[in-house]
């Protein structure tokens, strides 16, 4: 009995923590891309979108649903979380910024790690792994980064990239409730990647709570002028945000299928 509420406790905090990270990030490209060492030839997030298809070979055909959908999650931002976020930024000193980031992204490394060794990329596998291993020994969990000056670079890998560079498709498009856009393939791919974050499994649920608000904050304030600027610069900001999303993720499954990074 006392495992079954333990394991049940995890799964709400998971879902928790889940939605406070990822919904700050609604109407942008996915966060967590931030971390990938080799930036996207072109800069995804401004353009604008085709009529009909968008991306490769990705269509829309909940469009009616989903556009409803987008725009609660953009009330939800404009109302609450881009005034926390612009607070945010405000009070919190850049280090502690920095620092939220850095656990995040470490507790976010086994599931780098299984992604990379199933894209066949040993090199960045390894790096990811000694990343892990040095970052939450003298890093303090991820507090601080002396894997950098090893010259350890940082990677990026999800399980939906990993579908797609053995050529599933992507499927359809989705907006979800806070959770944002998504595809078929990549909704899945986020399903199955949770089960391999470790603080999942390790963490009670105030910690997840903390970190994950913590870093959807901060990626929310960071990306504040990006976001105010397509929504100002759009003629159809569900268009645009649709657009550079889907090709943002084909770039990252592009970027999986090359030799190893």
Known sequence: MSKTRSRTASDDGHLLRLLLAVALLTIAPAAASRADDEPIPEDPFFEEADDGFVGPQVGDPLEPVNRPIFFVNDAVDRAVLEPVARFYGWVVPEPIKTGVR???????RPVVFVNQVLQLHPRGAAETLGRFALNSTLGFGGLFDPAAELG??????????????????????????LLGPSTTRDAF?????TFLRIDRWILPLPTQLFIGGGYGITEREDRREEITELRRSSLDFYAAVRSGFLQHREGLVQKARRSDP
């Open 189 to 193: 791919g986020a399903a199955v990647d």
């Open 102 to 108: 850095g656990v995040f992204s470490n507790l976010n």
């Open 152 to 177: 350890w670079d940082e990677h990026y890998a999800d399980f939906g990239q990993t579908l797609g560079r053995y050529g599933v498709p992507p499927g359809i498009y989705h907006v979800f409730p």
